[in-house]
């Protein structure tokens, strides 16, 4: 068990974890009651859940904790931001190790199918099916900076504003933190005048692809990465198909994938490259 626990929770993820997870009280006052459930235990089970997309009840219990544990742990740590506090901190120990290419930036979003709960809506792709829709902004290499959830029938222009001022401010390799690209590439969706004058106030140029005039294939020399980066949170089964009623356990699972896609640049980062 203690194998696979480290192979889902490196020793360097677990250390980063260690700076956001809230503090929990050991010993109960009263005294008695059983031992707490370790929290990298805990964590492993959640990384277990999102990677593989298995129901809590199908937990395996070669983990320790028992699913409903888990579960409370899961909602537990939802609550406090958890998860978008993880991601910040892996985003800024790329950023002070130069990992990150704020040259250019990317926005897309991707849609799912979704059971019922808030958040949610009629697909106009899907046959007005109910879902819900991931948005995302990435840097030059793919790696995601800002995410947000919403009903699948959201129109990609509302989450332009919102995307971009939720990219936390981040620590950079020299000088200050950085909060935007030097450039932003959209599709058709947010083609809009506004949006355009919106973006150059804040000193970030636009290439937005034009409705009727560009071809849709003209940005994908750029955009393809934030293509591949929707693909990697794909490889959270758990989010193929939304079954969390709250969208706060939505948006968590969206706070894992993310975390763990930037993780695996950052030790990508840490491995010394050999002299040439």
């Not at 194998?3 to 997870?21: I, K, S």
């Not at 609550?79 to 040259?103: C, K, T």
């Amino acid at each position: 068990m203690a194998d696979l626990v480290e192979r889902l929770v490196p020793d360097e993820l677990w250390l980063l974890f260690r700076r956001v997870v809230p503090p929990t009280e050991v010993i109960r006052p009263q005294g008695g009651g059983r031992r707490r459930a370790g929290d990298r235990e805990a964590l492993a089970a959640i990384i277990f859940v999102a990677t593989s997309g298995c129901t809590w009840r199908q937990l395996p219990a070669v983990f320790g904790p028992s699913w409903q544990t888990v579960y409370r742990r899961f909602a537990q740590w939802s609550r406090a931001r958890v998860w978008s506090r993880l991601h910040r901190v892996i985003l800024d120990e790329l950023g002070a190790r130069g990992a990150l290419d704020w040259s250019r930036g990317a926005i897309d979003s991707v849609s799912m199918r979704a059971a019922k709960g808030l958040l949610t809506g009629p697909n106009p792709t899907d046959r007005g099916k109910r879902g819900s829709k991931i948005h995302l902004i990435t840097d030059r290499n793919g790696l995601p900076l800002s995410l947000g959830i919403s009903g699948a029938n959201m129109h990609d222009s509302l989450v332009l504003e919102p995307l971009v001022r939720g990219t936390p401010p981040i620590r950079s390799r020299r000088g200050p933190r950085r909060r935007r690209p030097d450039k932003l590439h959209a599709d058709k969706g947010s083609d809009y005048d506004h949006l355009r004058r919106w973006l150059r106030k804040r000193g970030v140029r636009h290439r937005i692809a034009r409705r009727g005039i560009e071809s849709s294939q003209r940005l994908g020399r750029h955009r393809w990465v934030v293509e591949r980066t929707v693909s990697w949170l794909a490889g959270c089964r758990r989010l193929h198909r939304r079954y969390e009623h709250k969208a706060e356990h939505f948006l968590a699972f969206v706070g894992i994938a993310a975390a763990l896609i930037c993780h695996r640049r950052l030790s990508k980062a840490s491995v010394p490259q050999r002299p040439r």
